[in-house]
């Protein structure tokens, strides 16, 4: 069936403007945060580590969809996508290796060249591009199944389900890429169990499906309600429910985004955010390793308002950096993931 062109989806850029901001702010804390601080901010943690990668990759669905899926025939710019993020995890995996391991020896980079281990606070970026990629290569069956409801559903959950398949066994980075492992050997995000969410994002915005706010807001509630009763999710490797739990927060943040859209400036500000969310990452990672291996000389760990201040600076830092790049004015407007 012949699709017709959608128009751009703000939403998606604004919701990915959210993600963006979290996780600087979460990486900062994490790494620049003495243990009080971290203690403190432990509610907030968890949180981000709910929704910040399922939520990514909802909107890698959406734009995808937008981008590729809704055309005829596909572009095949789809890879470039996926590569994007792929080479950007070797620079981050590199940096923190340089920044925060202080390791500098060739096997240190022979290492991360080949994957032997996952670079921690880059590895999502892995994930990313692996997910893009299987977006396109499974790109004829995809458009198939957004077509059926039921199917759709039929096989997100499947997936879902793909979470109880037991990976203790697994002992290499690579395999854990696709099915998970101990979080022991490495602490990834599985391709195989998280690509429903890439799935529902290309849904949503295939069927212009309107989330739920009170939906989101009573899983989040249930979830936290649950937690407080002493029951745990564990998210490396994710399990079913810590996957089911993301995606309720998913649609809360959804819901928020479209909210946002209304207002001008919101949509304006969070837009360039969201946009050229990939080089927020990465620049964002490369400027915290940095503060990280510095810190003996910044009299050490930080407190709660100077890591969020070293987070807002930084964050500002890259917006300006953002400014000094210059495009030819595209043709039309294109969604990118």
Same mark, same amino acid.
């Given at each position: 069936m012949t699709q017709t062109h959608k128009p751009y989806e703000h939403s998606l850029d604004v919701m990915k403007a959210i993600l963006v901001i979290g996780m600087v702010v979460d990486? &900062?804390? %994490?790494?620049?945060?003495?243990?009080?601080?971290? =203690?403190?901010?432990d509610g907030f943690k968890k949180t981000i580590d709910l929704v910040s990668f399922s939520a990514f990759l909802f909107c890698f669905g959406g734009a995808t969809w937008l981008a590729y899926f809704s055309k005829t025939p596909p572009a095949r710019r789809i890879l470039a996508s996926a590569l994007r993020p792929f080479i950007a995890y070797f620079i981050s995996a590199f940096f923190y290796t340089l920044f925060v391991e202080r390791a500098y020896g060739s096997e240190d980079l022979l290492s991360i060249l080949l994957l032997r281990e996952l670079s921690p606070f880059s590895e999502f970026l892995l994930a990313f591009s692996l997910i893009l990629l299987l977006g396109f290569l499974l790109y004829r069956p995809i458009k198939h199944?957004?077509? *059926?409801? #039921?199917?759709? !559903? =039929?096989?997100?959950?499947?997936?879902?389900?793909?979470?109880?398949?037991? *990976? =203790?066994?697994?002992? !290499?980075?690579?395999?854990?890429?696709?099915? +998970? /492992?101990?979080?022991?050997?490495? &602490?990834? @995000?599985?391709?195989?169990? $998280? @690509?429903?969410? $890439?799935? %529902?994002?290309?849904?949503?915005?295939?069927?212009?499906? #309107?989330? *739920?706010?009170?939906? +989101?807001?009573?899983?989040?509630?249930? $979830?936290?309600?649950? #937690?407080?009763?002493? @029951? /745990?999710?564990?998210?490396?490797?994710?399990d079913f429910i810590f996957l089911v739990a993301s995606m309720f927060f998913t649609l809360a943040w959804y819901a928020a985004a479209r909210a946002l859209t209304r207002w001008p400036l919101a949509r304006t500000w969070l837009g360039s955010i969201g946009v050229n969310s990939l080089f927020y990452l990465l620049a964002s990672n490369i400027l915290i390793f940095a503060f990280r291996g510095a810190m003996p000389k910044l009299g050490g760990a930080m407190n709660l308002k100077t890591a969020i201040e070293v987070a807002l600076g930084i964050l500002a830092a890259v917006y300006f950096f953002t400014r000094l790049v210059r495009q030819p004015p595209p043709a039309g407007p294109s969604q990118s993931a």
């Open positions: 990486h &900062a804390l %994490m790494l620049l945060a003495d243990g009080p601080t971290r =203690a403190l901010t199944l957004l077509e *059926n409801t #039921r199917l759709f !559903w =039929a096989v997100a959950g499947l997936l879902l389900l793909t979470s109880l398949i037991p *990976n =203790a066994w697994v002992q !290499w980075p690579v395999v854990s890429l696709f099915i +998970g /492992s101990p979080k022991e050997v490495t &602490a990834s @995000f599985p391709v195989l169990q $998280y @690509f429903p969410l $890439y799935l %529902m994002g290309a849904y949503f915005i295939r069927h212009e499906v #309107r989330p *739920n706010v009170w939906i +989101g807001l009573a899983g989040i509630t249930a $979830y936290f309600v649950a #937690r407080s009763f002493g @029951f /745990s999710a564990s998210r490396f490797p994710p």
